[in-house]
């Protein structure tokens, strides 16, 4: 066997990588703040968030829109999330140190966030309509008001959250923009910021409308 041939796994693997990457960031993140966007219009009561809903239900191609440029890089993200997260080593017991509990904790929340993602679309995309149902803010509102589905969500969202901020952490490194220990420790401070803003607008709307 030559040597390009031992080499030929690990290349193939740091481009899958690179790719699971960027859609993690592109169109995946930027469609998780998309979506808490439109969402935080209940907000502005039923009648803003039902307008909201029924402006994006209308919008044309919607269905080969969400195929391409959310379902599939959601599935190979979530995948290959999978891959990584099956192969790869936690040694957390033997090298306790921060980064090495913020990979253990990214591998956890990826799973967690997959299960709540899985279920948020079933239960206000694809249920409503096999079962004929509009979503709508009652929907909504009758689902949060048990108990057990709100928290069910408040854990997915703070999974999802952290997944998400230490993701763009994880993508400046990757990609080569912060190259410093400094310039990771701002982005560390920027990405968390950021996560606990979206999660705290999340959490608002799931309070609201649970009341």
Do not use: C
Not at 122 to 139: K, Q, T
């Amino acid at each position: 066997m030559s040597q390009n041939e031992v080499q030929k796994p690990d290349v193939k693997h740091f481009y899958l990588r690179r790719l699971h990457s960027l859609l993690g960031l592109i169109p995946v993140s930027l469609f998780l703040v998309e979506h808490i966007a439109a969402n935080a219009f209940i907000l502005k009561g039923p009648e803003a968030y039902n307008g909201t809903i029924q402006f994006l239900r209308g919008l044309p191609f919607l269905i080969p829109i969400e195929i391409t440029f959310i379902g599939l890089p959601i599935a190979y993200h979530a995948i290959y999330g999978i891959y990584i997260t099956f192969t790869g080593s936690v040694n957390t017991a033997k090298y306790g140190y921060a980064r090495n509990w913020y990979y253990f904790i990214q591998r956890v929340t990826g799973m967690i966030a997959l299960v709540f993602i899985a279920y948020h679309v079933w239960d206000f995309r694809i249920a409503p309509d096999i079962y004929g149902n509009e979503v709508s803010y009652e929907l909504v509102a009758k689902a949060l008001k048990n108990p057990l589905v709100f928290v069910f969500y408040a854990v997915g969202m703070a999974g999802t959250m952290f997944h998400f901020a230490n993701g763009l952490w994880l993508f400046a490194i990757t990609w080569g923009i912060t190259r410093t220990p400094k310039s990771q420790n701002v982005m560390g401070w920027i990405s968390t910021g950021i996560g606990i803003i979206i999660f705290a607008v999340s959490m608002q709307i799931i309070w609201m409308v649970s009341r």
